[in-house]
């Protein structure tokens, strides 16, 4: 028997239909159901931290917004013991998500900011072993099983093409259907069971071929942060936008691009190698933040210590790489294989990874 929290969405609370089913659908196990003040932050993480010691809970099941506070979850100091974790329909990014579906108070936004900054920057117990994602397939307000399977999936061996941890199942943003509910639990139970513990990438090996990624215009998608740009920064770095103080920290990933590279993490020994503007003091540190942002910052994330900022990539003798740059930055001087990111039949991640895999 295991006992198991249920963390609600917003607007939920203890009565909740998913947190009462699942209590119908496994009593084999003791089942902690509270209400839960998710608009209150540090009340709610308290309050949830006190529960999860108090019970001895071994497993935590959220959805929706209670999700956040379920990655927010750390290992206890004393015991250094961690719980697992199974989300459905999770809101990763609460900051961004629930003012587009509610209007809330900026101080909250600006509270679920720093809850995010600590998952996504700081925390590092979060492993692909402890964590498993139910998303649907036509989920109406949020749709973070990329964002998920690309930070905390587990890939398997030999790069397989989806987490064993991450999964789709039918229905809508709440109330999944008994059975569905049902099946989609029960895997997620079986994985902490049975499945043996794995990371998201493996050790580095001689046995892999090198492979370094770009990221302006590759990994990153350099249009969106210019597009946040103001008036005035417009005008005043006309043809330099490079140059802007802290515009690398705007930027948005290409699409696909943040879980291809953990897939191709899986069969290659992965870099980053990136250009950084001379004349732009806070590219580097942008940069840097902006990997530790979308791939993690612990020991273990695909790309932990795998930076690499230079002007001469063709320092880089072998391997491969991709770059949507390829005659410039010392790429055109690069010694092994260049894949052209954007230029058929590279146009899209997707097919690079395809292209790579296969290779």
């Given at each position: 028997m295991k006992n198991i929290l249920y963390l609600h969405g917003y607007g939920s609370n203890k009565d909740s239909y998913t947190g009462n089913l699942l209590k119908e659908l496994f009593p084999e196990h003791h089942w902690v159901l509270e209400t839960f003040d998710l608009v209150h932050v540090q009340d709610c993480v308290d309050f949830v931290r006190k529960i999860v010691k108090?019970?001895?809970?071994?497993?935590?099941?959220?959805s929706s917004l209670g999700s956040v506070y379920n990655l927010f979850i750390k290992k206890d100091r004393e015991t250094n013991r961690m719980v697992d974790k199974i989300f459905i329909n999770p809101c990763c990014i609460p900051s961004e998500a629930i003012p587009q579906i509610t209007p809330v108070p900026q101080e909250l936004v600006t509270n679920f900011r720093a809850l995010?900054?600590?998952?996504?920057n700081i925390h590092q117990d979060n492993s692909p072993d402890k964590v498993f994602g139910i998303f649907a397939k036509h989920d109406e307000l949020l749709q973070y099983h990329d964002f998920f399977a690309g930070r905390y999936g587990n890939w398997g061996e030999g790069g397989s093409v989806s987490a064993t941890n991450c999964i789709w199942v039918e229905g809508g943003h709440s109330h999944l259907e008994r059975d569905v509910l049902r099946d989609a639990v029960g895997q997620a139970l079986a994985y902490f069971d049975h499945a043996p513990a794995k990371k998201s990438v493996m050790a580095p090996s001689e046995s892999k071929e090198i492979l370094y990624v770009d990221m302006d215009g590759t990994l990153v998608d350099w249009d969106s942060g210019v597009s946040k740009l103001s008036a005035l920064e417009r005008l005043q770095y006309d043809g330099y936008e490079d140059e802007i103080p802290n515009v690398f920290s705007r930027m948005d990933p290409m699409p696909g691009a943040v879980t291809a590279f953990e897939q191709l993490s899986r069969k290659y020994d992965i870099y980053?190698?990136?250009?950084?503007?001379?004349?732009?003091?806070?590219?580097?540190?942008d940069k840097l933040r902006w990997v530790q942002h979308y791939f993690g910052k612990g020991p273990g994330m695909p790309a932990y210590k795998r930076l690499i900022l230079s002007h001469h990539k063709e320092l880089q003798k072998k391997g491969i790489l991709i770059d949507d740059r390829p005659g410039s930055n010392g790429a055109q001087s690069f010694e092994g294989m260049v894949i052209p990111f954007g230029v058929e039949p590279y146009e899209t991640w997707d097919k690079v990874v395809d292209f790579l895999m296969k290779r």
């Open positions: 108090d019970e001895q809970i071994d497993i935590v099941i959220s995010e900054y600590n998952i996504y980053i190698l990136s250009t950084s503007p001379w004349r732009n003091e806070s590219a580097p540190s």
